[in-house]
Structure formats: C-alpha cells, structure tokens
C-alpha cells in the first residue's frame, strides 16, 4: 500500500485508526486505561479505533520515537486491522513522521494535530475559527518542508538535480512560506484586536461585578453545571471540547447578590501550547476572573492527574500573565481557586469523596445534574464568602461625584440603608474587607467607619 507524501489534511474522520505512545519514565497516564484519553479523542475527532501499540523505552528513538523493530510490528497491526491511520500521543517532528510513514504507509498523526483538528471541528464563531486557523498556521509553518514533501518531484527522477530544477522547487518552498508567514501576521493582526476589545470588556465587567470562572478538564461537566447556576445557554454534551467559546451568564446567589460567571473552554493533558497562545482571548475571563471554580470528575479514575493537569496549566498561564503585567506597570493578582468535585452520584462510594474533601481543604461536592442536591447550596455560600471576605458592617461616606464608587457599592455591597447630603452619600452596608481592599485600589473617594 502506497502512502501519500502530501500532507495538505490531517482529517481523520471515518478513519480506521491505530493508537500509538512509548512510556517514557516521566509519562503521566492511566496505567488501568494507559490509551484511554487518546481513544477519547481519536473517537471526538470521528476516527474508529481498531488497535493499540505501547513501547516502554528509557528515551525515544531519535529517528523514529518508536524503536525500529515496534515500528515494523505497528505495520503489520496495520495491515491485520485494515487501519489507515496511525495516531500517536506524543508530538512528533516532521523527520519522525516522515520515517514512520516510510515504513508504516499510513498517514501518521501526532497528538498535536489531532487536538487541533478537534478545535477545528468543533469551531462555529468566527473568533473561534481565526484561533484555530492561527495554530494550524503555528503548528504548520516550521514543518512546511517536511510536511510538503511534495516538492520533492520538482527534483529529478530518482533524486538525479535537472538542469534548473533546484530552483523552482526551492522558490516554490519560499512562496509557500511567504503565504503562510502573511496570513499569520493578518491573523495575529486581528486576533490581537479581539484580544483588545474583549481585555476591555472583562476589566470594565469585573469593575462592576464579582466575576467568577469555570475551568477544568474537557468533559468535567462544566458547561452542564453552568447551565444549572444561571439561564444556561451554553451548549453540553458528553463529550471532549464541547465548548470553546466563553459564555458569561449572571449568577443570582441569593439575598440580592449576583456575579457574572464564565463557562470556558476545557484543558486537557498535554494541550498544545500554539492552541494556547491563540486561544488567549478566551482566556481572558480565566485570566481576570476574581475567582475560578476548578471543575473536576471525581468519578474519573484519572481524577488526579487531570486535577494536576489543570492547576499546572493555571500555574504557567498566570505566571506568563504576571510578566506581562509586570511589564506594563499594572497591578494584577492571580483568582482565588475553589474545587469543586462534580458527578459524586456516579461514585460507587464516598471513600474516594473523603479522600479530596481532605487533600483539599474547602473543596466542594455537588452533582451537577440535581440542581436540589445540597452541595449547590454549599458553592452558592462559599462564593458569597469568597466575594465578601471578613463581611462586617461598616459605614461608608462617598462623595457623589465619585459616581463609580457609589455604583459599584450599590451593586457588590449588601446596602441597608443610605443618606445623602449636599455632596455626599453615606452608606450603612454590610461588606467585606476584600471588597474594601479592591475599592481604594480603583481609586474610590471614601471615608469609612465600623458600624
């Protein structure tokens, strides 16, 4: 069976697929299930799984990643399960693909473009679509010249130069990339002014509301859940990357006290970082978030490593976050964390429960499913307590012509009662000392006094 060299598609829709990965001493994985989540992905991307090959080794094969003889049995797997495809968990470099297709002749799809064929999938607004065009782009530009190997025919037959064909084929390869490279400045060019627009619209929201996130594994149920605290809109399913757009919803928790919160796209292990860095426009509410529920399938067996996966991934984006503030000369803090352990009524017990009700201390259970299960009452109270932070009663006296601070106080403050004079407004409210705190960081106009 001949394999093309042309490797203008990775599409793996209706595709009979092999699934490889070596197990490296530093590989994080199911050992109950050790190709599970790639099975997952390879079936959201609409590939049949037929076959699976794992290779322990101390270090990958420069050449191939598999050793030389792994490589000659994942062809014959091919062969017996008719597979056309060959989907492995590790991203590859163009070399690599290409002296696996040598052998194998099949078209060979790293972890990387698989994902991004996901997202591509999966992408209906026109923001989502310029995101997942740019990490194509991103992903594509280093590995035009393996990756177009089709160029290689401008050559002589049996790789003998002709006269003048050296040139062409070379002045090929440079058009090609100029193309790309423009179309990736276009694209940053207008990613970066959605970018500007919607930086805008979180810091002017988060200056009038309490703002909190949604984030977690693909698949946590966060969508689900968001759909359960607000009038929903945002579409679930149970299945990987369903969302990949924000949606931003209010959120009534109760005694006249609202928030806004955010339904995100969700992380999973290993998630390219060019589909990071294009996607950061969406990740401007994780960003600026005041708080960030991390959603996360207690019932997973691989709870742990996806709990793992999503802070570290937390970790790098508001370390990446804290430079560029720095750099600006802007004050910024990362949000507060609060986990929130969905899907308990699909544990067989509550040992595993209690195991993160300890390792994590204010943790949350709820079913996100039974809005009268008593955990969403639980959230409800530690939001509240979270957006208060040490509530007392206090009397505030405003100037009116400091009308940002009036409004944000009539808006994030419990207000029992006010009086106003010529020039000012005194408020008896109950509210929280970080609420203060963010207040006179803005630059509110303010005398207070316990009440």
């Known amino acids: ?85 060959v989907i492995f968990d590790h991203d590859l470099s163009p070399a690599q693909i290409g002296n696996i297709e040598e052998v194998v002749e099949r078209k060979i799809v790293d972890r990387s473009e698989l994902i991004l064929d996901i997202f591509a999938s999966r992408a209906t607004t026109h923001e989502a679509k310029l995101q997942v065009e740019l990490a194509q782009l991103e992903y594509t530009y280093p590995r035009l010249r393996a990756m177009w190997s089709h160029l290689e025919r401008i050559v002589g037959v049996g790789g003998v130069v002709g006269i003048g064909a050296r040139g062409p084929g070379e002045q090929q390869l440079e058009i090609d990339r100029r193309i790309v490279q423009r179309k990736r400045t276009a694209l940053k060019r207008e990613l970066e002014e959605i970018q500007t627009r919607k930086r805008r619209l979180v810091q002017k929201r988060k200056v009038d509301h309490f703002t909190v996130g949604l984030v977690g594994y693909t698949n946590a149920g966060k969508s689900t859940l968001f759909n359960a605290l607000t009038a929903g809109g945002a579409y679930a399913d149970d299945r990987l990357f369903a969302t990949l757009m924000t949606r931003t919803r209010e959120w009534n928790l109760g005694g006249g006290q609202m928030v806004m919160l955010s339904d995100t796209v969700g992380f999973v292990r290993d998630l390219p970082h060019n589909l990071v860095a294009s996607f950061k426009a969406t990740l401007e509410e994780t960003l600026h978030a005041d708080l960030l529920l ?158």
């Open 1 to 85: 069976m001949a394999v093309t060299k042309e490797r203008t598609s990775i599409k793996v829709a209706a595709e009979k697929a092999v699934l490889a990965a070596v197990h490296l001493p530093t590989s994080r994985f199911d050992p109950r299930d050790p190709l599970g989540e790639l099975a997952a992905l390879a079936e959201t991307a609409g590939a049949e799984v037929v076959g699976q090959m794992i290779q322990a080794r101390q270090r990958p094969e420069a050449g191939t990643f598999m050793g030389s003889g792994k490589i000659e049995e994942l062809r014959a797997l091919c062969e017996m399960t008719g597979a056309t495809l």
């Open 294 to 451: 991390i959603v996360l399938d207690v019932s997973d067996p691989n709870a742990e490593l996806q709990h793992d996966t999503v802070n570290e991934t937390l970790d790098e984006l508001f370390e990446e976050q804290a430079h560029i503030e720095e750099a600006a000369g802007s004050g910024w803090e990362p949000p507060q964390r609060l986990l929130v352990l969905n899907k308990v009524d699909q544990l067989r017990n509550n040992a595993e429960l209690i195991v993160w009700e300890n390792r994590v201390k204010g943790a949350v259970s709820l079913c996100a499913t039974d809005e009268r299960h008593p955990g969403h009452e639980r959230l409800r109270e530690a939001v509240r307590h979270a957006m208060q932070g040490g509530v007392r009663e206090r009397f505030v006296r405003v100037p009116l012509s400091d009308s940002k601070t009036v409004s944000t106080i009539e808006n994030r403050a419990e207000v029992l009662d006010r009086e106003y004079d010529t020039d000012h407004v005194r408020f008896r409210v109950r509210i929280g000392q970080r609420q203060i705190d963010e207040l006179r960081s803005s630059g509110a106009r303010m005398t207070i006094e316990d009440a």
